[in-house]
């Protein structure tokens, strides 16, 4: 069965460094998401990404964040100066269309000391 | 804005019982769907269930249904004969249909745990 595919699945950096978190989407899945999840808190969404652009992103996604799908295949997040606040689980998740079901990745786990 | 909320933060059943998880929501969309998700230990989230708004037919997945009240706007979830491997977070989420972009809105989630 098709999965989406998460790198690393844990990742510990010093607050103000940069970060980049890997996915693969399912090969034929065209929308791509990232959504974070705080310790105990609820799921919560970031960014939706369509034909190489952002499509929608929350008050989250500052200007410390950005996506890209550098080489077609793996859909990258990027935090520029990680902030201890930035500590939590990260999901990929991808859809073939815009309007279906949703995949998740395993997540990764930030941890910014 | 729309809004999903979990007023349940913890439950818990014995082994082979039924129990119903409870998700209200807000939104003057007429048209969106709506999902209950799951977050077993391992932290990676599975999709349970789905049901299209325009549907009056309640979802069904197995031991797994759903009781839609769209003017109510309730969604809760019904698991039948519980196991063991039920115990999770589980989280309601809503997707509006006109943007297309595919955001999901999730709730606080509940915790169930499922005694033997």
């Known amino acids: 069965e098709p999965e989406v595919t998460q790198t690393p699945s844990h990742q510990v950096t010093q607050m103000g460094q940069e970060v980049i978190l890997r996915c693969v989407p399912i090969?034929?899945?065209?929308?791509f998401y990232w959504y974070r999840q705080i310790l105990g808190q609820k799921v919560e969404f970031l960014v939706s990404?369509?034909?190489?652009?952002?499509?929608?992103k929350s008050e989250i996604f500052d200007d410390q964040f950005s996506v890209e799908r550098p080489d077609g295949s793996n859909f990258t997040l990027k935090i520029r100066s990680t902030k201890l606040e930035d500590s939590a689980m990260y999901f990929c998740?991808?859809?073939?269309?815009?309007?279906?079901?949703?995949?998740f990745g395993q997540g990764t786990r930030l941890t910014v000391v | 804005a729309q809004t999903v909320t979990q007023s349940q933060p913890e439950m818990s059943v014995q082994e082979a019982e039924t129990v119903t998880l409870s998700c209200t929501y807000d939104?003057?969309?007429?048209?969106?769907?709506l999902f209950w998700y799951k977050q077993p230990p391992s932290r990676q989230m599975i999709l349970v269930i789905r049901q299209e708004a325009y549907k009056q037919q309640n979802a069904t997945e197995n031991r797994f249904s759903v009781n839609f009240q769209k003017a109510a706007k309730s969604f809760s979830l019904k698991i039948s004969d519980s196991q063991l491997g039920d115990t999770a977070m589980y989280f309601c989420?809503?997707?509006?249909?006109?943007?297309?972009?595919?955001?999901?809105?999730f709730g606080q989630g509940t915790t169930l745990q499922v005694k033997p």
């Open positions: 990404f369509y034909n190489n652009e952002i499509s929608e």
């Open positions: 989420a809503f997707m509006k249909v006109g943007s297309n972009t595919g955001k999901l809105i």
């Open positions: 998740a991808t859809s073939r269309e815009g309007l279906s079901e949703a995949f």
């Open positions: 090969s034929n899945h065209l929308y």
């Open positions: 939104t003057s969309e007429n048209n969106y769907y």
